[in-house]
């Protein structure tokens, strides 16, 4: 894997590992927390918890979790930092992928948000959903509280002759 494309923070878990069900507390590290702040463009992050519960569901498993954190986005009119405590709840359904001949081809675009998501070579990774589910709870326009966004005043045209004239001597101008 190219390492400028790396995830932020990972925790992978085999579909043969999770059995009845299975739970887990995801607590980054420094580094980790890092790369977070780096990956959603924050100013910090103090602190990240994920408290994931993956059990079996209809068609396959589900992720229930809860993200906790304490961190700064920085206002996008002061470009100050502006603390934001998130706690959250989420829960997002997990299917295999189905079995298709190699030569039948079907391409399904589906715009549905309740659409399960694909488990991919068998692996699922709590550690990416901690953090999407963290970048789905943060505004993607922070404002600090009474910040307003003021247009400037376009600048009236200034014809070239005008700057000529200012150029001008107050004697060329008394010149009848």
């Not at 498993?61 to 920085?74: D, F, H, M, P, S």
Request: glycine share 6%.
């Amino acid at each position: 894997m190219n390492p400028d494309h790396r995830l932020p923070f990972s925790d992978v878990v085999r579909i043969n590992e999770i059995g009845a069900g299975l739970t887990r507390t995801l607590v980054p590290d420094d580094a980790a927390r890092a790369l977070i702040v780096k990956a959603l463009d924050l100013g910090s992050l103090e602190r990240f918890e994920a408290e994931l519960a993956l059990v079996p569901g209809r068609a396959g498993w589900t992720l229930n979790g809860r993200v906790i954190a304490r961190l700064e986005q920085i206002c996008g009119i002061t470009l100050e930092p502006l603390p934001v405590a998130i706690d959250e709840r989420f829960s997002v359904e997990l299917v295999e992928p189905t079995e298709r001949e190699p030569d039948e081809v079907e391409v399904e675009i589906t715009l549905d948000d309740d659409a399960p998501d694909v488990i991919e070579d068998g692996r699922i990774d709590l550690g990416q959903y901690a953090v999407e589910q963290l970048a789905l709870t943060l505004d993607p326009f922070p404002r600090k509280p009474g910040a307003e966004f003021v247009q400037p005043e376009e600048p009236a045209e200034i014809s070239p002759f005008a700057v000529l004239k200012a150029l001008r001597t107050k004697d060329g101008d008394e010149k009848s």
